[in-house]
């Protein structure tokens, strides 16, 4: 299923953002900005708990955010990862951690934060880092270290009013973000009324703009989306699909009503599903069962990319990583979206306790 693995402020509850956040991941995002005032920095002695050098499960110090110094910390990208990490985050905070900034830009404009301007500490991401960024990233003198954190399933969302599109395949999927101006959903399928069709889809700097024309398109250059004469490109705004689809006043009966149709992460329809209706692609719904099983075809990973040199310069972004894999399990299925495998938050672990010289790895 996994084919390639390879500024908001964050001070309200994390629920509530989700719905007022913007949705998978285009460049042109919310960009107000949270910081905290103070310059100096943490140690890795201050990282841990008073406790003694207890661990968590995954071998990491049990982060104590009261125990670790203000000092910056700049994260920006994905929107789908963006209500997850605004959970952690808000968790953070409430037990006495400095406040940082997350930007929803979306997967590439993270990227191009991280890895060409050079302007950010952590970069979140709905789909893995290119071959190009990772170049990008060591023209710069970054080497990026990959932090598996959780799992989406991509969701393509109908209105309740529609009647017909419960069950979509693959293939019908590709015929329908390619219909022309003017397209009818009978054209995807003759067994389907031919309403007028109206689809709502994130923009191209979007991982997971991406992650669906590498699944239902087969990695197409140029995407046929952007071509399609149907589609709305509603950049970071999953509101934008949440309100076009819910309201697109599609009635059986009147085949001049339009029905529409859109894609986000789960987190957004688990947020509006007394508006919305998930669509069972090749038959099977996403949920805890289909997504942990691997039986849903449009199951992704989530991860957030950092550098040992950010950390040597920043201890304080290997304490917070420390504690985002420390807890992300219990806020993630609150948030809408569902663990990673036990071996993938391990080897994240790894990963951050090595590149931060944490005892034990």
Known sequence: MFRRFG??????????????????????????????????????????????????PWGLPLVDPLDVASGDIGIAGSSTVFPLSTAVLTRWIDEGGPEYSIDSIGSGGGFERFCVEGASDISNASRPIKDEEVEACRSIGREP???????????????????????????????????????????????????????????????????????????????????????EIVGEDD????????????????????????????????????????VAVEGVEPNDDTV????????????????????????????????YLN???DVIGPVGYFPAPDEALQGAANAIGAAAGYPGF
């Open 7 to 56: 500024r908001i402020a964050a001070l309200v509850l994390a629920l509530a953002l989700v719905a007022a956040a913007c949705g998978d991941d285009d460049a042109g995002g919310d960009d107000t900005t949270t910081t905290t005032a103070a310059a100096t920095t943490t140690t890795q002695a201050e990282t841990t708990t008073a406790g003694g050098g207890e661990t968590s």
């Open 145 to 231: 270290i990959e932090i598996r954190v959780g799992t989406d399933a991509l969701s393509v969302v109908i209105s309740p009013g529609n009647y017909f599109a419960q069950e979509l395949t693959i293939e019908q999927l590709a015929t329908l973000f390619a219909l022309p101006a003017g397209g009818t959903w009978d054209m995807v399928d003759p067994a389907f009324p031919p309403h007028p069709v109206q689809l709502y889809s994130p923009g191209a700097d979007s991982g997971t703009f991406d992650y669906f024309n590498e699944e239902v398109f087969d990695e197409a250059d140029p995407s046929p989306i952007l071509s399609s004469g149907v589609v």
């Open 239 to 278: 509101n934008l699909t949440v309100r076009g689809v819910a309201d697109d006043g599609c009635t059986e009966g009147d085949t001049n009503s339009v029905c529409a149709a859109g894609y986000f992460g789960y987190a957004y329809y688990q947020q509006n599903a007394d508006q919305l209706q998930v």
């Open 292 to 323: 942990n099983s691997g039986t849903y075809p449009l199951a992704r990973p989530l991860f957030m990319y950092t550098d040992a040199g950010i950390i040597a310069e920043k201890p304080q972004v290997a304490a917070f990583i420390a504690y």
């Open 327 to 329: 807890v992300v399990n």
